[in-house]
């Protein structure tokens, strides 16, 4: 690298500087210290040699130095031409040294910024495996969840076609939370393709309140399954805010799988899960809060700092992506979520939305 960039014509420029210098210096009577010149063929020789080149030049300007002041004075000592010869040295060898350290430091400097370009390049594609890893985490985690109701409501419908006496009603409810399930997952797949078209999410006017009622029905058999009593405090005269339905009632159906999940796994006698809507005030000005609130064993303290991150999940089938996902969406949407423990017991994750400025609601 540092070779390969240099000039042929350096060491031919060197080389007749050199036989220059000492013809001129052996072969004159001038009185001056011509050989101190050999500096710039040291100099030369770093712009075109390697440390060894330079150093076995250096050598042979200090050998010509005192043959040319033997050939000229012979083994006299005169005071003069003899300072003049050390000067000389001197000059040389103090040359060579400063400019070796110059080169080797322009080496180090070299090989750093390639360290460098390579650290860049590797986490460049660290992290376009990591975005492909996460999008397909995220596509898998959120049409998983209409699936496995689609599944339930299947199983439930044929249990009442099954019986003696066919419960042609519990059956047709049955049905019509497949529908509504099945037209959940096409439309998370429509807003995923939307997503990968990088479209952008279809944001209207949305009462909080009301979309974590519609989520809340469809987790409604998964509520009965699990033997979980959940209790609405909605307050139905929120003002409204600009989101996206879909991407809401991912957040809120996450939140409140958790909840179900959370207090599943710890066997926990009282499972209640509470779902409050309120308006509230913060930095961002006028704001509408959600909260879904558990009896469950809560979070350990070790875990609080790491739950919004991609991939932490203390459950064998997780996958640790329910919440990151909830924290980017409550982000795009101009708002904040957190996760913090009960007083009592249990767990609570709570989001606040700003409402809308009046007047201006876009579709
Ligand atoms: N309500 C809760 N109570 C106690 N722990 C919780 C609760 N909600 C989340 N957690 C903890 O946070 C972790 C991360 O949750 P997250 O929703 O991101 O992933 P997950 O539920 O493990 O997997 P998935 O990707 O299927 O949602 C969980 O594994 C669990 O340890
Ligand atoms: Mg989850």
Request: hydrophobic share 50%; with cysteine; net charge neutral.
């Amino acid at each position: 690298m540092f070779i390969s960039a240099r000039s042929p014509l350096l060491p031919i420029t060197a080389g007749i500087l050199t036989v220059t210098i000492f013809a001129i210096d052996a072969l004159t009577p001038l009185d001056i210290a011509i050989a101190v010149l050999y500096v710039v063929v040291v100099l030369l020789s770093v712009a075109a040699w390697p440390r060894r080149g330079v150093v076995a030049m250096t050598s042979l300007c200090i050998v010509l130095t005192v043959v040319a002041y033997a050939t000229s004075h012979g083994l006299a000592i005169y005071d003069a031409a003899l300072a003049r010869c050390l000067v000389s040295l001197a000059a040389i060898a103090i040359t060579a040294f400063l400019a070796l350290k110059g080169q080797a430091a322009a080496n180090a400097l070299i090989q750093r910024e390639e360290a460098l370009h390579q650290a860049q390049t590797q986490l460049a594609h660290t992290s376009r495996v990591t975005t492909l890893g996460e999008l397909a985490a995220s596509i898998a985690h959120e049409v998983n969840q209409p699936l496995a109701a689609i599944a339930t409501h299947g199983e439930a419908c044929l249990r009442w076609l099954n019986r003696p006496q066919p419960d042609l009603e519990e059956a047709r409810m049955a049905v019509d939370g497949m529908l509504r399930d099945a037209h959940r997952a096409s439309e998370i797949i429509r807003r995923i393709r939307a997503m990968a078209r990088k479209a952008e999410p279809s944001y209207v006017a949305l009462n909080l309140s009301e979309v974590a009622r519609e989520s809340c029905d469809l987790v409604q058999r998964e509520l009965a399954r699990t033997g979980v009593q959940l209790s609405l405090e909605l307050q139905d005269d929120l003002p409204p805010v600009r989101a996206d339905r879909v991407q809401l009632q991912q957040v809120v159906i996450n939140l409140l799988m958790n909840g179900i999940q959370a207090m599943t796994e710890a066997h926990s006698k009282d499972r209640s899960l509470s779902v409050t809507s309120s308006l509230c005030r913060t930095e961002e000005g006028e704001c509408v809060a959600l909260t879904v609130s558990d009896t469950g064993p809560g979070f350990p303290v070790a875990h609080i700092g790491r739950l919004f991150e991609a991939f932490f999940t203390t459950k064998k089938d997780g996958m640790g992506m329910g919440l990151p996902i909830c924290r980017s969406i409550i982000e795009a949407h101009g708002g904040r979520i957190q996760a913090q423990n009960n007083a009592l017991r249990g767990a609570a994750i709570s989001f606040h939305l700003p409402v809308i400025a009046e007047g201006v609601i876009h579709g």
